[in-house]
């Protein structure tokens, strides 16, 4: 009889799983095609714009989230969460086991500007919303780290994921040093968010509708801020002092 509602809670979750995805990609057409586009012809100072489409777009993550932990699809708490409420002009940099964890920690923030990778950008669900938030694209070497200078110098958050993609359960996972650089380059903090769930779901190598036997539980816990001017020395070259901090980044989001 356990093992019945076992596969009967699976084949649920895998229901709901694709209701919330549905409904994700449904919301995104909605922000990009309707709410958005009234936000672009009713508030014309760019700034004031891009918070405006930040907010809302923290408001659907977080409803999303819910609706996800309400239908029994997974699981998720977050530790520490009002420190991140608090941050101003740092880095946010974390770990990336699974699909949504850009999710979670932005629907914490009412500002958070996120570094966004070129597929994204070709996404229709998702083109007209990173477009109006302002979000940074990593496909344009010559304007990057000016973007992200300018974002951080006006007391913005951004969020970088160091790893570049997804981890890959069982390999060991290796860093980029873009949100070193980032750090460096613009003398600013970094939060960590530690992101861990069990058991795996939503990873790059699986699909949406392979869920595991048992209820996915998320775990985001806001660790302490890595102050920059310990890895800033005049008297250590800029690559140096990058290699520096990455190698610290390592040893804290993968303890």
Known sequence: MKLFWQKLNKQWRI?????????????????????FPLITLTVKNREKRELKVQRIIQISFYLFCETMKI????????VGGEKLKADKNCLVVANHPS??????????????????????????????????????????????????????????????????????????????RGAAQIAIKTTSDLRVVHITVEPVFLTKQG???????????????VKDKV?????INNDLPPSLAVRKLNTHLNSVLFP
């Open 15 to 35: 229901l709901a799983t694709g209701f919330c995805f549905v409904l994700f990609g449904f919301g995104g057409l909605v922000l990009t095609f309707i709410v």
């Open 71 to 78: 239908s029994g699809a997974m699981n998720y708490k977050i």
């Open 227 to 231: 102050d920059i001017t310990n890895f």
């Open 207 to 221: 699909k949406w509708y392979q869920v595991p036997d048992t209820k996915p539980f998320f775990l985001v816990e």
């Open 99 to 176: 699909l949504i964890d850009t999710v979670l920690i932005t629907s914490l923030l009412k500002q958070c500007d996120c570094i966004v990778k070129d597929a994204i950008w070709k996404n229709p669900f998702m083109r007209g919303v990173v477009t109006s938030a302002g979000y940074i694209p990593n496909a344009a070497p010559e304007t990057f780290l000016t973007d992200c200078k300018e974002r951080l110098k006006n007391g913005h958050v951004l969020l970088v994921f160091p790893e570049g993609t997804r981890t890959t359960p069982g390999v060991e996972p290796k860093l980029q």
